[in-house]
């Protein structure tokens, strides 16, 4: 059988058809009720009258809640009038569930509520713009490497090495050995760079995140790209390239949604490359501009990227930081020792930071000694060592976080509504 559904009702214009869904809201009036079904798709006004529907459908008026599944039969016609701009005028309508009274009324509820109530939540109009933007994010991100000859190449969810630090790590039991749910696939995906010159991974990535802010999650997903004979420059210009194509294709195919959660879409359409690009060192001197006390090899903190990004109307590419400050495996500034070949692009708006990336060392001595440095043993890392051992290579990667980006692109206040189920240091359900 046929399916329809609402988000392609112009191509069944005029048509008898059958729709099924959940009442979002019920009007009456007298000879006539008005039933606006959602279907998951999208939302759309059934009317129903005594003389063309049958006086069962009819006096289904009198028992139908909030929320209760339904099935339509009616003929389809465009109205202008009408949230999205089509109605039915339905001939018959069949009652599957009453639905018991909907803990979510129309009224305002507080954050807390509504996220115990997520499994619920995520049928309202905000919640469900946001995670089909998040759809075409994900789509963007996927066709964006498949259209320009990269493999997908997954990395391992149970590792046994940390690839961002140990502080966010959290450990599993393994069999009685212990292992570490990612934090990164990074060190796999340049394994993948050698194999296959161009591969990403995508996948949920999880971090013991211990404090409580609005850009944090304990499982959020990432897309890593890792590029064989690529430096850091080359980096920087597929990140440029990379955002600003996930930023058009939002536009593209998903206005009405940025519509509904009310975006200021002129933001988004100034994000056309080239995106500006300063060293760390430029950061700093930006901060102190600014007033703040800031001291060369320090990490930026939330306040102090918000001050560095607020200066641009596009993404901003920090570039060259404190070695101390950034990861083992990021290759050493040949221009100045102190420095890695590290970059972070900051969103707009002070979203902060949505990508984090870097040329890799190469240098099997280098890196040898900074694990060292960092407390670590070679045996640790001895499979990763090989890369350098088995004809090292120049190659440059970098990872973005879903969420953040999500975030960023429909404006919300706080990454919890960038996932279906949000996962944080106070919340393991629903
Ligand atoms: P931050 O300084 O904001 O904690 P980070 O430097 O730890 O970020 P990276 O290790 O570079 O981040 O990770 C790459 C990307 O993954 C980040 O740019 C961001 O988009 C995303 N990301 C990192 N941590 C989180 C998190 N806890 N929740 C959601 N996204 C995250
Ligand atoms: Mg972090």
Known sequence: MKEYLIQNAKTFTGETVTLKGWAYSVRKSGKIWFLLLRDGTGIMQIVITKTDADEASFDIKDVITQESSVIVTGLIKAEPRSPGGYEMLASKVELIAVAEEYPISKKEHGTDYLMDNRHLWLRSKRQHAII?????????????????????????????????????????????????????????GEAGAAAFGKIYTFGPTFRAEKSKTRRHLTEFWMVEPEMAFHDLDMDMDLAEDF????????????????????????????????????????????????????????????????????????????????????????KRDPENDKQVMALDMLAPEGYGEIIGGSQREDDIDAMIKRIKAEGGSEEDYAWYLDLRRYGSFPHSGFGLGVERVVSWICGLKHIRETIPFPRTITRLNP
């Open 132 to 188: 089909r933007i998040r759809h075409t994010i994900i789509k963007a991100i996927r066709d964006f490497f498949d259209d320009r000859d990269f493999t997908l190449m997954d990395a391992p969810i149970f590792q046994k090495a940390a690839t961002e630090g140990t502080a966010t790590l959290f450990a599993t039991d393994y069999f009685g050995e212990k292992a570490y749910l990612t934090q990164s696939g990074q060190l796999y």
């Open 243 to 330: 955002v600003s194509y996930i930023v058009a294709q939002v536009l593209e195919h998903r206005r009405p949604e940025l519509e509904t959660i009310e975006r200021d879409i002129s933001k988004l359409e100034a994000i056309q490359k080239p995106f500006p690009r300063i060293s760390y060192t430029e950061g700093v001197k930006i901060l102190q501009e600014n007033g703040v006390e800031f001291e060369w090899g320090n990490d930026f903190g939330a306040g102090d990227e918000t001050i560095i990004s607020s200066q641009f109307d596009k993404p901003v590419m920090v570039h060259r930081y404190p070695a101390a400050i950034k990861a083992f495996y990021m």
